[in-house]
Structure formats: structure tokens, C-alpha cells
């Protein structure tokens, strides 16, 4: 999607920017609240396998990304030493207001999660404000984020979640990703949370 560019929705439009907007990009909320979890647990039958089981988190909590100390998008460039000059920022306006958006990645040897292809992106954040969160403008984001990718030659669209982030796995799987891998103790700043792989064929 060329800089100006627009896919209205909601009278909402969707325009590529500079990755150098990363600031204002980070304007938008990421806090969701956690109430249910998708706890992994090994499979009753087969070859040792893992299923997911949702379970109630009691008391919910907030979940905010943004807030660690090595995350949100004001800390991103500052932290990275990889070639983002590849990467896509999508940004959703509804008039001159930012109420969402996303963050590719692609064509960057050091990130892990490339697995060193040039035909692989990643989908690195998508965030819609809680305003208009459940309106469909999350579906809009994402078919752009597909778009961007496919204009890249890529052919798959990789994702990352949480087993926490149970709204944003339901998400996923209605666009048609599969679950690809659900990896345990990923993250040692939260040894509780498991790391879901998401995978979209383009």
C-alpha cells in the first residue's frame, strides 16, 4: 500500500508510513484485559502432543505490552540492531485521528522469526483503539498487512501471541491462520505465558 493509499471502513482509511512514525504509532492503546487463558496441556492421546484448554483467570487482570521495559514502539528503533529499512508501518485514521495499525517485518537476517527467508513476513504488532476494537477495523488492518506482504513477493504471514491473549487467538484463527507451534517457558520475564506461532498461507 503506496503512502496514501487509503481502504476505507467506518470512515477509516489506511495508509503506509515511514517506520520513522513508530512514536506516534504507539499512541494507540495495546492494554487488553486477560479474564480467560488458553492453558497448554499435553494431549490425551497420540504422540504426545499439546491442546489448549481455556480456562477462567480469576481475577483478571490488564495486560499491557507497551509497559515493559523493553517493549512499545517508542523503544523499538532504540533497541534493535537489525536492517528494518525493509519493514512496513500501516497506519488507520478515522479522519485525523490514529485509532490503529500494524508493524511488518521482512528481509532482516538477525530476527529469529524470519528464519532467514526473504519470502516470510511477519505481522510484528497489530493494534486497534479499545473505541473501536470489535467494529471490524482489526479485519481491515490485517487484510492490509496481507496486502503489503503479497505486494512483497511474500508468500506466508507469520504472527506471534500469547496463550493469554485469547482475543487475539480467536482473531487469528478467523482469518484463516493455523496454530503452527505452541512453545513453553518462551519468555523468561513471564515464565507463565506460552508463545503461540501463527501461520497464513498468501
Known amino acids: 500500500m503506496k503512502s496514501g493509499a487509503n481502504l476505507n471502513t467506518m470512515c477509516v482509511k489506511i495508509v503506509e508510513e515511514p517506520l520513522s512514525r513508530l512514536v506516534e504509532y504507539g499512541v494507540v492503546p495495546i492494554a487488553f484485559e486477560v479474564s480467560t487463558r488458553f492453558r497448554p496441556v499435553p494431549a490425551e492421546s497420540g504422540l504426545g502432543g499439546i491442546r489448549l484448554v481455556e480456562e477462567a483467570v480469576d481475577p483478571p487482570y490488564v495486560k499491557d505490552y507497551d509497559a515493559t521495559s523493553e517493549e512499545g514502539p517508542a523503544r523499538w528503533l532504540r533497541r534493535w540492531n537489525w536492517d528494518t529499512s525493509s519493514w512496513g508501518l500501516l497506519a488507520a485514521y478515522e479522519g485525523s ?37 470489535g467494529a471490524g477495523l482489526g479485519r481491515s488492518i490485517f487484510d492490509a498487512a496481507v496486502d503489503w506482504a503479497r505486494r512483497y513477493g511474500c508468500v506466508e504471514l507469520k504472527i506471534e501471541t500469547q496463550d493469554i491473549n485469547v482475543p487475539a487467538c480467536r482473531f487469528y484463527a478467523r482469518q484463516g491462520c493455523r496454530l503452527s507451534a505452541i512453545i513453553l517457558h518462551a519468555y523468561p520475564e513471564c515464565p507463565d505465558e506460552a508463545q503461540l506461532i501463527w501461520r497464513l498461507s498468501l
Request: avoid cysteine; hydrophobic fraction near 40%; glycine fraction near 8%.
Open 97 to 133: 485521528r490514529r485509532v490503529g495499525g500494524a508493524v511488518l517485518a521482512r528481509r532482516s537476517p538477525n530476527v529469529n522469526m524470519l528464519e532467514g527467508r526473504d519470502d516470510l513476513a511477519v505481522l510484528w504488532d497489530l493494534r486497534v483503539h479499545p473505541d473501536h476494537r
